[in-house]
């Protein structure tokens, strides 16, 4: 593995030095100020992450009012670098307790040492999971779920953990109640034009998994995909049930997941972790279940009036409804006076954000509901620029309700006692960027 | 100020205040001015006191930076309140938001002048100091007067007269028309005599401003100035609140002396006398004291005089004591005094004769220029290069040579390039040339430009005493282990010319020659990698008949070269293995370069161009433009030959080994950019004049007498000797409706039809027994598009048609192309697009001719593309229509004119006319049942949307004449709408009772031309 970093350094916007650690001794000591002078001071502050000035290499990425610089002299693998500094943020924030900022680097400059101690050594990174070191690096004042019986501690364990096959998991784990929650978020992101023609549609969707589980379980968890019911009916010689089948792109999953199982039998099997992570992350841009059409008209009668008309139609399932719904419809930057009558929910015009904002608390499926308004514009002195007609935007959240399609069909959980457990499937579809252009 | 009062503000400001961050700030000023915007659209009006507070916002909003481009309209109204807290703040908004070329302005011009003109003191003073800070041409033509007449009267306090001078000051900047030169010296002779310092200071200013611009009118004032200057420096006779620091108003002397700097010299010896007695004083007077305040403000008053004494070129014993002063100012520790004692210096080196005197000074500058302050540095660099000459170069391009290794970077590349003209241009001998370049090169290689060693080559080239002593030179540099780039290239090309006359020393072997160049060839960068190979070439030719050993190692250079990617090398590389193969001969081939010719040297050229480039102050660019004797004369001549700077600093980059010469090639650029820009002006001239006398022509016979004296003439002259010379029917174009009646007559009255059309959009434009043209129309804004439908009316096609729009300049029109036959009973449509530039009674006509049979028909036919058609009915309310109606004072946007003569109709059908000429009639606004008032919104792309009001009083007693009364924001619609109303109620030919004069329906004989009314005449003729 090529070397990640030299050095690294923690600034704040100021450019001064909160904490920095030498890894390697071929860098010298002024290089906060060459950062300082050429990149800090600079306008191409922002613009590009990778700088080389004289014989090093500074990449350099900002987190809150932080800037975490790396320093390398050598050649570096930069990808690395940058998963390293993702990586020990997480692992910072999950010691702070959510927050990493100036602040939180001042309040745990021992503790910040000890873990840049630990996860890397000459340069090369180490282990960054925050499950592990939580177990051997403590501080009074951060108390880890774990170590209320420190006594029980098999502190031999370590180097065997460490190196072991399943590093993300413990064993010797007891619940007296079994249970997986599983959680499938979705969010979809919607471009279309004026005409109801899709410009640009996809989702994003990730499955979050919180597991309390005895041992060292074995899940397997199937889905309505495309490859692997196609793998499933190859290996049953039967065909596949009827019903969707969903073609995921970009799937990437949780280090815990099978790869080797994944690529041959289609199956994502794994040994999970100990509470809440975050199984895969995947994304589809075709047969996107559309929540919610919307059909705008907006009409400039003169220079100083205008009528606008919206209709959002929920195409979802009449059972379900939708919750927290927004719809931001834009209005021109000399708006004086609005008349809005809309049939459900509350809408205002919002003169900060230039746009009518209209609030539905919840929002039933298969029922629609219009929003019409008289806007009175007020002349300006400004050589009259036509209006640019942002699109409109909209913001929702429908439970039990995927836009891809997607379901579970089966979470098997192995274990040696052979204990039942309790499932728990959730979903969620929320709004990415839906806009619609008017 | 009267913000206590105003708690909506206070608290509004303290929000914006506590707002954390910039974003949240930007949502609390959005809200903020949705909310203002909403309140200025309220239907019921604004209180005084709200209106007041919400301009107050907006400037407070406008000030933070955001973008404010609504509620002028109600700022520049708030000028006009009676009380002083809505106006002052009225006129502070609109001297922040609004700048002189806003359209608003314009209507605060009235509200402003009444301010002037009025009694009050506190209106007057906010009133100039608006007109002072935005005041624009409009300003100054229509309130010059007003404010001269403040500025000179003996009964307005100072504080008003103060400042209408300084407003004047701005009008005259604005337009230099508005004063009056003849009265004004008088006048200005007059003010300069004035006791108040502080109408006196404001004075000088405008003083300055109208002596730069032609000093010749202003001579009587020559001797009030001296008189100014003797009062405040000799008398000192000024009262104690203009005294600063012990020094009498500094600002009135500097300004005073500026003024002086304009007249070319003063002649009269006693005023000469006494203004050097106080310019010998201020001399004398002025010391570096402790105080920055005083030192400032007599440095100021110093240099003013300095500046002054150099432009009277008073004698040497003057001059000698400013360079001593100077001197005394660059000994002093504090960086500012130094800094403008040198500048000064610098600036002293323009009058001649004071060289001598500066020299003395010249260890003094040679420290300055390692003072750690680098804008002493550049300053004293730019003394030391001012004063070089022959006595001191030596000495002075040792020192920069010294300097150079320790030198800024930013600052090398100058100091390089000076070094090297200064060694060029005073070079006691030209061996010592060739050393400080060559020391200049490896000192500082990277800030030597490729022109400095090219003119050491040509140097060298050209003398040949020289040659030996530069190739023992360049040869002594590549023993050094590190040598720079350039100094390579420069080597190399002096050891390949001449390196044969070295033959003799230890070292100087061809072989070793080759062998050390050789050295280097691995360490430089592709452009040198030619040079080194022709430097073999040449040693080999140098070195026939070759040493076997010599010229295969050269070989074996070329032959690896002969497959390099860079073609300029590879080319090279083997062209020259090919030539050395040729043994003798190569020696005629390559022999030594000849002399180079003598031409201008392009570094001076370079650091003229870059001289003219920071050409200070306006005085003293007009000075040297005056006396042409001066050094900088380069500045006059660039823009006579207009020659962008640009192309020059292009040319002077070309490598001075090129054989073309510069000058030449410099002076076919200008020329050729000068013809350019001379033809560029003319073309649309060309372009246009045709076309303006073609319609001047056209129309001009149109619209008064000229046709109803030709065409009863033609009716009288018969038919038959018009048919025979078809050369007159060019020339009297407009008579042939007349002419052709006994083959071609009309159906129906041409005129009417035009007037009908122009009440509506669609209809007949013209018939006849062959041929009938329709028209209809759509209007939108400024732009028309008419569709003309040609019919062929016969079963026999007509041919030769040509229909061509002969369009007035104020509209643009463009027909689609028409066919030249139009087939049996068929019609073509011809759209035709029309836009409305500017506001214009005249119309467009259609020259639209045809052939039957063996007759050429030619019909002028208007086309309804009248003012009218670009006017959008709008109704407007009382409470919009009164205050629009009031802001509009007078002629010439509001004009007024009582009709006589008007077509008898009822209200109502007056009404009727009214909206179908696209003004909306808006019942119920006048008060008096007899009168009609109407609005309408004109467009034209000039203007774009203005609205036009109209009102008509009717006398029911006399229904032919009534008053009518027209305004709109522009002079021209206002009168051109007028006009065209008035025709309109004049002559229009109404469905129930056709006027008289058009009811005679054409007749084969009797065209309707014998009317005495003028319209009914134009309608008969076409």
Known sequence: MPVAASAIYFLNLRGDVLINRLYRDDVGGNMVDAFRLHILQTKELGTCPVRQIGGCSFFYMRISNVYIVIVVSSNANVACAFKFVVEAVNLFKSYFGGAFDEDAIRNNFVLIYELLDEIMDFGYPQNLSPEMLKLYITQEGVRSPFSSKPTDRPVPNATLQVTGAVGWRREGLVYKKNEVFLDIVESVNLLMSSKGSVLRCDVTGKILMKCFLTGMPDLKLGLNDKIGLEKE????????????????????????????????????????????????????????????????????????????????????????????????????????????????GRAKYNASMDCLMWKIRKFPGQTESTLSAEVELISTIAEKKSWTRPPIQMEFQVPMFTASGLRVRFLKVWEKSGYNTVEWVRYITKAGSYEIRC | MALSGMRGLSVFISDVRNCRNKEQERLRVDKELGNIRTRFKNEKGLTPYEKKKYVWKMLYIYMLGYDVDFGHMEAVSLISAPKYPEKQVGYIVTSCLLNENHDFLRLAINAVRNDIIGRNETFQCLALTLVGNIGGREFAESLAPDVQKLLISSSCRPLVRKKAALCLLRLFRKNSDILNVDGWSDRMAQLLDERDLGVLTSSVSLFVALV????????????????????????????????????????????????LQYFPTVEDPTIRRALFEVLQRILMGTDVVKNVNKNNASHAVLFEALALVMHLDSEKEMMSQCVALLGKFIAVREPNIRYLGLENMTRMLMVTDVHE???????????????????????????????????????????????????????????????????????????????????????????????????????VTNNEDLQPYAALKAREYLDKPAIHETMVKVSAYLLGEYSHLLARRPGCSPKEIFSIIHEKLPTVSTPTIPILLTTYAKILMHSQPADPELQNQIWAVYSKYESCIDAEIQQRAVEYLALSRKGEALVDILAEMPKFPERESSLIKKAEDTEADTAELSAIKLRTQQQTSNALVLTDQRPANGAPQVSQLGMVMVPSTSNVDQNTVDQRVTQSNGTLSAVDPQLPVQDHAPAGDILGDLLSPLAIEGPPSVSPQSELNGVPSYEGIPGAN?????????????????????????????????????????????????????????????????????????????????????????????????????????????????????????????????????????????????????????????????????????????????????????????????????????????????????????????????????RTQLRMTVASGDPTLTFELKEFIKEHLVSIPTGGKPPAPVAQQPQPTNPPIASSDPGALLAGLL
Request: aromatic share 8%.
């Open chain 2, 212 to 259: 730069s611009n032609n000093h010749e009118a202003y001579w009587n004032c020559l001797p009030k100035c001296v008189k100014v200057m003797e009062r405040l420096a000799r008398n000192q006779d000024i009262p104690q609140e203009y005294t600063y620091y012990g020094i009498p108003s500094p600002w009135l002397q500097v300004k005073t002396m500026r003024a």
């Open chain 1, 233 to 344: 009916s190859e290996i049953k010689s039967r065909p596949t049930k009827s019903g969707k089948t969903i073609e995921l792109d970009d799937v990437t999953f949780h280090q815990c997941v099978n790869l080797t199982r994944f690529n041959s039998e289609k199956t994502v099997s794994f040994v999970p972790p100990d509470g809440e992570f975050e199984l895969m992350k995947y994304r589809i841009t075709e047969g996107v279940n559309l929540p919610f059409r919307v059909l705008p008209t907006i009409k400039e009668l003169g220079r100083t009036r205008m009528e606008v008309n919206v209709k959002v139609k929920s195409v979802f399932g009449a059972k379900m409804f939708a919750l927290g719904v927004v719809i931001k419809v834009p209005v021109p930057k000399q708006t004086a006076k609005t008349s809005v009558q809309v049939t459900s």
């Open chain 2, 730 to 958: 060019d020339a009297l174009a407009l008579a042939h409706v007349g002419d052709q009646e006994s083959t071609v007559k009309p159906i129906g009255d041409i005129a009417e039809r035009f007037h009908a059309l122009c009440l509506k959009d669609s209809g007949v434009l013209y018939e006849d027994p062959y041929v009938q043209i329709g028209i209809k129309a759509e209007w939108r804004g400024h732009q028309g598009r008419m569709v003309l439908f040609l019919g062929n009316k016969n079963t026999a096609p007509l041919d030769s048609v040509q229909a061509i729009i002969l369009s007035p300049s104020h509209l643009k029109s463009d027909l689609s192309l028409v066919p030249e036959v139009i087939p049996p009973r068929a019609q073509v449509q011809c759209p035709l697009e029309v836009v409305n530039l500017r506001p214009s009674r005249d119309v467009a006509v259609l020259d639209f001719s045809y052939k039957f049979g063996t007759y050429l028909v030619n019909n002028k036919l208007r086309i309804p593309a009248v003012l009218s058609k670009f006017l959008q009915p709008v109704q407007v309310s009382a409470e919009e229509f009164f205050p629009q109606w009031r802001s509009l004072p007078g002629p010439p946007l509001k004009l007024q004119e009582v009709v006589r003569g008007v077509t008898p109709m009822s209200l109502g059908e007056m009404a009727n006319l009214f909206n179908s000429l696209r003004l909306m009639v808006c019942p119920g606004l006048d008060p008096n049942a007899c009168n009609l008032v109407a609005s309408s919104t004109f467009y034209s792309e000039n203007t774009r949307g203005m609205l036009c009001l109209v009102r008509v009083e009717t006398d029911p007693a006399d």
């Open chain 2, 357 to 459: 005197i500066i020299k003395r000074h010249q260890a003094q500058i040679i420290t300055s220029l390692k003072d750690p302050d680098i804008s002493i540095r550049r300053r004293s660099l730019d003394l030391l290069y001012g004063m070089c000459d022959v006595s001191n170069a030596k000495d002075i391009v040792e020192e920069l040579l010294q300097y150079l290794a320790t030198a800024d970077f930013a600052m090398r590349e100058e100091l390089a390039l000076k070094a090297a003209i200064l060694a060029e241009k005073f070079a006691p001998d030209l061996s010592w040339y060739v050393d400080v370049i060559l020391q200049l090169i490896d000192k500082a290689g990277d800030f030597v430009s490729d022109d400095i060693w090219f003119r050491v080559v040509q140097f």
